[in-house]
């Protein structure tokens, strides 16, 4: 089955009204492919910015992070119907630094998926290993348990884009090679045929994340289980758009 290639662009805690401004403003003035489905993250404050700025047809707005309850007495947090009504249709949830900074569990990441998915929102979930993790052979034990807690609780995920974002290669310039990325995914797909069926296993779209930029993206471009990118740093540039292009 023929999986539509998805480029996200995660914008983390960077940019400014200006910078972030430019960005949009970039990509309104390319051609881009109608066939990709891109999503940008910018920072909470500026989904509006980007919502209200942004002419491209393909491009979509998400969040970074979202609650795993409704709106309320949650200093601080970010709840799934404020994001709708921003206009934003994602969110990220299970980044790594989310997860090791903030120090999320598996469960409460699979909460907010489960809130954020009733309540209307997509979703790239993003999963993916520490370097000790990798080097003790614990990659996909790792990947298929955050991916567990969510399956345990969500059954439908037509709404579910997976980010496999191995931690040591995050924001590092690292990159995994298109092969061991490859084998990653294909191991992360079979876990998926396990837990939630073989057709959507088959139809989610698994990103591969992690120092992928306008050079190295086109590396990937033959590998059957690599169906887009989630994407850091280089979403703040203008070879962004060679990213996006990257399968042409
Ligand atoms: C990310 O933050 O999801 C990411 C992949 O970052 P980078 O591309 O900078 O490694």
Same mark, same amino acid.
Request: charge should be negative.
């Given at each position: ?21 430019? %960005? ?14 891109? !999503?940008? =993250? ?22 970074? @992070? !979202? ?22 249709? $994602? ?15 598996? /469960? ?18 993003? %999963?993916? /290993? ?11 034990? !790792? =990947? ?12 439908? $995920? ?9 931690? $040591?290669? %995050?924001?590092?310039?690292? &990159?995994?090679?298109p092969d061991?990325a490859q ?18 296993? /088959? &139809? ?11 050079? @190295?993206?086109v590396e990937f471009k033959d590998k059957p289980d690599i ?14 758009? @060679?990213?996006?292009?990257s399968r042409?």
């Amino acid at each position: 089955m023929a999986r539509q290639f998805f480029v996200g662009g995660n914008f983390k805690a960077n940019g400014t009204k200006s910078s972030i401004t430019q %960005i949009v403003e970039n990509l309104n003035t390319q051609d881009l492919p109608k066939e990709v489905e891109v !999503v940008v =993250c910018p920072p909470s404050l500026y989904i509006d910015l980007v919502v209200k700025e942004n002419k491209q047809p393909t491009v979509q707005v998400g969040a970074q @992070n !979202v609650f795993n309850k409704p709106c309320g007495a949650f200093t601080g947090e970010l709840c799934a119907e404020q994001i709708l009504d921003a206009g934003a249709k $994602w969110t990220l949830t299970g980044h790594s630094e989310r997860r090791t900074i903030i120090k999320e569990s598996d /469960e409460f990441i699979a909460e907010k998926t489960k809130y954020a998915l009733d309540h209307g929102l997509s979703v790239i979930l993003c %999963i993916g /290993e520490t370097l000790e993790e990798r080097k003790s052979g614990i990659t996909l034990q !790792v =990947c298929a348990r955050q991916l567990d807690a969510v399956s345990k609780i969500v059954s439908d $995920w037509s709404k579910v884009v997976v980010a496999y974002e191995p931690v $040591w290669a %995050i924001g590092t310039g690292l &990159a995994a090679t298109p092969d061991d990325a490859q084998e990653t995914h294909k191991e992360i797909r079979e876990h998926l045929v396990k837990t939630i069926g073989k057709d959507q296993a /088959e &139809a989610t779209r698994i990103l591969y994340g992690g120092s992928v930029n306008g050079k @190295n993206a086109v590396e990937f471009k033959d590998k059957p289980d690599i169906d887009g990118f989630l994407v850091g740093g280089a979403s703040l540039k203008p070879e962004f758009v @060679n990213i996006i292009k990257s399968r042409l």
